[in-house]
């Protein structure tokens, strides 16, 4: 019988060993604080990334990787020079938010390359992240981004695609105004003509979802996603850089692209890139009351307790369509002093001057038309206690952006609306982050509209007070029954609402069944009842909040209007208490000792429970706005009562066709 030579045994038991070892050094996990969501992590030629939850696969290996132009890469034929691990548990103070304490617990990994980058990745309970950054001190230009997101089989998506023509090419869609419903699809399904906008939500093993978004974006493209060459994937697709463009589109209000670079990016040095966020939720509920983007967000510097969230008189949904008055309504002095005391009498913070006060197709905000006297108006506003906003077309805004703020401010205007963005390459994602610059500098809140998704700038910049993205009440001054808004109030929480606040602008007093809506421009209606309406104030995530509807139609009702004007725009806490994507949702917040619960059905009647023991021990009462016993025939039917919620917090509630539900507990 041979026997083992003891000497090539040890030798050949250290090579095993070692070979493992760099095996190890190369795969990596990373849990949750909890343990239930894990990122497998795999370091070689490629760089990739698998989340599972409890078990189950969310997310199949996916790669990542960013090509420069010189032709170097990051996370491709790697050179791993070390590793790095942490733990992060603190409270986040918020206070322009939906909470105003935030739990930040996750386990993060750091991963450093030869080649002047890393790669993090972060692991909450919630949700899994990655970033690169680049320590390269010398300017660089990217060329593309690989953004992976693999799925084990063909599971179906929630996405809303680009508002352009299916005709235009993909590269033409880059520029949309990013407001569209959604479809509810499988992967394989997509309609290959279209880019998805981001977030978007994938449904995954036994009902959990998935949500693919990004935060943190301060100089950089936007991320669309399209399908991936593989089965079951979605691939980041991001805007390249402006080349040619020109002045034009909206009242000559916008800069327009006509023709693009064969990179995406340039980067001057040390570079963040943005996070890209895998939110994971085990319950629907869970996704509408998601803190992650503003978690993954840059902290904000400075004292922004200057910054004053409320409410808005708004004057163009309702066109200025003033009835009861001795004056021609419109925009003039006499109509915004109507609005300025409208607001005055209930308590309402602010008066928006939409579009219409500066010179027409000048996109010169010094211009100011004959009919306003903005001095006067604002002095008017002062000893009223309301303070004045002003609409700005994007690029009128931009080409004098420190000259307008500087203005204006002094003047005593307190904010800007700013309109008509309409894209996300780097060029205009840099300019979200100047004027939000600009305006903390003097002083003044930013409101974006036509503009994409929130990223966390709301963090960074706290004047940053609210952003569009999101095909809102204005809708109905033009769309007809084709467009199902009901069904999309009850689906963009989940959705586009995980990305942050949303610009929706509703309270309309003009409410109508499925069967009796039509869109009608200058008297607009909603779809769905009253008390839905009321609904979206409380599970609307919005710090600066529009009541769209006219003043003449509010003051003749004051019941619901002194709902709309004193409930809250930002919260103490926040609670979802359950919903299904796209078919009805209830969300629980709090000010101070008051709770409010807000519920929305889709165009199915509804009765349902709600679990009110998170007011804990003692005795409630509850001010309740509920769909009327006649709602599902004419929609502005409600009910206003005082009820004593039940002593186990057990409350039914009932909801017509397009429903809502509203209650105010306070203790007794």
């Known amino acids: 019988m041979r026997k083992n030579n003891p000497v090539i045994l040890s030798l050949f038991c250290l090579l095993f060993c070692y070979t493992m070892t760099v095996t190890a050094q190369k795969q990596f996990a990373l849990k949750s604080p909890d343990g239930k969501l894990e990122a497998s992590i795999s370091v070689g030629k490629t760089v990739g990334y698998s989340v599972s939850h409890d078990g189950d696969i969310m997310l199949a290996k996916s790669p990542v990787s960013m090509t420069l132009t010189d032709g170097s890469t990051f996370g491709i034929n790697t050179k791993l020079s070390g590793s790095s691990?942490?733990?992060?548990?603190?409270?986040?103070?918020?206070?322009?938010?939906?909470?105003?304490?935030?739990?930040?617990?996750?386990?993060?990994?750091?991963?450093k390359f030869k080649g002047d980058y890393n790669i993090i990745f972060r692991a909450y309970n919630d949700g899994i992240a990655y970033r690169f950054v680049s320590t390269s001190k010398k300017p660089f230009v990217i060329e593309n981004e690989q953004a992976e997101f693999n799925f084990p089989a063909d599971q179906k998506v929630f996405v809303a695609y680009a508002n352009k023509p299916e005709t235009t090419p993909l590269e033409g869609q880059f520029s949309n105004s990013f407001e569209q419903p959604y479809h509810n699809i499988a992967l394989s399904v997509w309609n290959k003509k279209r880019l998805g906008i981001s977030p978007l939500v994938v449904e995954g093993a036994k009902g959990k979802k998935v949500c693919i978004t990004e935060a943190d974006l301060?100089?950089?493209?936007?991320?669309?996603?399209?399908?991936?060459?593989?089965?079951?994937?979605?691939?980041?697709?991001?805007?390249?850089?402006?080349?040619?463009?020109?002045?034009?589109?909206?009242?000559?209000?916008?800069?327009?692209?006509?023709?693009?670079?064969?990179?995406?990016?340039?980067?001057?040095?040390?570079?963040?890139?943005?996070?890209?966020?895998?939110?994971?939720?085990?319950?629907?509920?869970?996704?509408?009351?998601?803190?992650?983007?503003?978690?993954?967000?840059?902290?904000?510097?400075?004292?922004?307790?200057?910054?004053?969230?409320?409410?808005?008189?708004?004057?163009w949904w309702n066109d200025w369509n003033l009835y009861g008055v001795d004056f021609r309504a419109g925009i003039n002095n006499e109509t915004y002093k109507y609005y300025i005391d409208f607001a005055s009498e209930y308590g309402i913070e602010y008066v928006i001057l939409d579009e219409g006060w500066a010179v027409n197709k000048k996109a010169d905000l010094?211009?100011?038309?004959?009919?306003?006297?903005?001095?006067?108006?604002?002095?008017?506003?002062?000893?009223?206690?309301?303070?004045?906003?002003?609409?700005?077309?994007?690029?009128?805004?931009?080409?004098?952006?420190?000259?307008?703020?500087?203005?204006?401010?002094?003047?005593?205007?307190?904010?800007?609306?700013?309109?008509?963005?309409?894209?996300?390459?780097?060029?205009?994602?840099?300019?979200?982050?100047?004027?939000?610059e600009m305006g903390a500098k003097y002083k003044v809140l930013i409101d974006f509209h036509g503009t994409y998704k929130p990223t966390g700038l709301q963090r960074t910049y706290p004047n940053v007070i609210n952003f569009e993205g999101v095909n809102g009440l204005e809708q109905l001054k033009w769309s007809g029954p084709e467009l199902d808004q009901v069904t999309y109030d009850v689906t963009i929480p989940f959705i586009r609402q995980v990305a942050g606040p949303m610009d929706y602008t509703q309270g309309a007093m003009r409410n109508a069944t499925k069967g009796n809506y039509k869109n009608v421009y200058n008297e607009a209606m909603s779809q769905g009842t009253r008390c839905r309406q009321l609904a979206e104030y409380i599970i609307f995530e919005s710090p600066l909040n529009m009541l769209c509807d006219s003043p003449s139609n509010y003051m003749s009702e004051p019941e619901c209007t002194e709902f709309i004007a004193t409930v809250p725009t930002v919260w103490d806490n926040t609670i979802s208490l359950n919903g299904e994507i796209g078919k009805y949702l209830s969300i629980a917040r709090q000010k101070g000792d008051t709770w409010y619960v807000g519920v929305m059905t889709n165009w199915d009647a509804r009765n349902m429970e709600l679990d009110l023991s998170f007011l804990g021990e003692g005795s409630f009462k509850g001010e309740v706005f509920k769909d009327g016993i006649n709602a599902d025939r004419a929609a502005r039917d409600y009910k206003k009562e005082t009820?004593?919620?039940?002593?186990?917090?057990?409350?039914?509630?009932?909801?017509?066709?397009?429903?809502?539900y509203v209650i105010k507990i306070t203790r007794k």
């Open 85 to 111: 691990v942490k733990t992060v548990n603190q409270i986040i103070d918020a206070s322009i938010y939906k909470r105003n304490k935030i739990e930040d617990n996750y386990n993060e990994l750091t991963l």
């Open 218 to 315: 301060m100089n950089y493209p936007g991320m669309f996603l399209y399908p991936a060459e593989t089965a079951n994937g979605l691939k980041g697709v991001f805007a390249p850089y402006p080349k040619d463009t020109r002045q034009g589109g909206h009242n000559e209000l916008q800069i327009l692209v006509d023709s693009r670079e064969s990179f995406i990016a340039k980067s001057d040095g040390p570079t963040n890139f943005p996070w890209r966020a895998v939110i994971v939720a085990e319950k629907d509920s869970e996704l509408a009351d998601s803190d992650m983007v503003y978690k993954l967000a840059t902290p904000s510097q400075g004292d922004y307790s200057w910054v004053k969230p409320g409410k808005v008189a708004w004057d």
């Open 366 to 436: 010094f211009q100011v038309i004959p009919e306003i006297n903005l001095p006067e108006l604002v002095s008017y506003a002062k000893a009223k206690n309301v303070d004045l906003i002003l609409w700005a077309g994007y690029h009128a805004f931009d080409r004098d952006l420190e000259k307008v703020c500087k203005h204006y401010s002094e003047m005593g205007i307190k904010g800007f609306k700013v309109d008509f963005m309409d894209r996300d390459d780097q060029i205009m994602v840099d300019f979200h982050r100047r004027a939000a």
């Open 643 to 660: 009820i004593d919620i039940p002593s186990n917090k057990k409350l039914p509630v009932s909801m017509a066709p397009g429903g809502g």
